[in-house]
């Protein structure tokens, strides 16, 4: 099948204030209490909550993510951190949602999402080029995509990350992303309230074409964070039940 061709829109830059509206109306619910996270392997999730459905990251099932069912889910809209095949596979989606992958500000069914720039890699964006970091607030919930982010981050965008209430960080390692030491500095720069760890190798992996490392290497380097594990895919977040001081996440993945 021919791959689809992504809609991208017009980037605005770091301090640019540029909004483009994506369309489909206002919702009067974007604001409203509660937020649904479904974990579909890697980096790729479903939020659902504030009258939208919004996918990230859906992947092609090669290599790291080789196990996992391919993430055809109905969406209103999709962000992707790169056109990568590990997050950006897009062609076999259904419907027709919005594709959203460039850094900049859009609007979307009332709700404000920032795309701001990240290396995807060590090497100043030179081998994976730029991954793009999404921020948006959904159900009420201040929510973090950090994607492939494999570059420290800067002063700047930690003035637009701020602090988020859930943070979505990879720890796997691999060329592409953070290790568990980065992400590490990562979580302390951005100190979120909760942190749901991507990005790292599980059963799913092609051992022979997976460069990643698994979970336990990040939770053996953050010994005094509580640490909470789900049998579940999902989880349901609202303002009341957010931990204040960092919480780990870890869901489940029904093989």
């Known amino acids: ?93 259904p419907g027709k949602p919005k594709l959203v992958y460039e850094p900049g500000v859009y609007e979307f069914k009332g709700i404000k999402f920032q795309g701001i720039a990240i290396d995807h890699d060590r090497k100043g964006g030179k081998q994976f080029g730029i991954n793009t970091a999404w921020k948006w607030t959904q159900g009420g919930i201040n929510v973090l995509h950090l994607g492939g982010a494999a570059a420290p981050i800067s002063i700047e965008q930690k003035i637009l990350l701020g602090r988020p209430d859930v943070a979505f960080i990879p720890v796997g390692g691999g060329a592409k992303a953070y290790n568990a030491q980065e992400a590490k500095q990562a979580i302390a720069v951005l100190n979120p309230k909760l942190v749901i760890p991507t990005h790292y190798r599980t059963q799913a992996a092609d051992a022979a074409a997976c460069d990643i490392s698994p979970l336990d290497d990040f939770l053996t380097l953050m010994p005094d964070v509580t640490v909470r594990r789900s049998n579940s895919d999902s989880i349901s977040i609202n303002s009341k039940n957010l931990p204040e001081n960092g919480v780990i996440q870890v869901l489940g993945y029904k093989f």
């Open 1 to 93: 099948m021919k791959r689809r061709q992504l809609m991208g829109y017009a980037g605005a830059g770091l301090a640019t204030a540029l909004v483009t509206n994506l369309g489909s109306g206002f919702s009067a619910d974007a604001q409203s209490s509660g937020l649904s996270v479904q974990w579909l392997g890697h980096t790729c999730f479903l939020f659902t909550g504030g009258g939208a459905k919004i996918l990230v990251n859906p992947f092609r099932a090669i290599g790291c993510t080789a196990g996992y069912r391919p993430p055809n889910i109905a969406a209103d809209l999709v962000l992707i951190s790169s056109q990568l095949l590990d997050e950006g596979a897009v062609e076999d989606l």
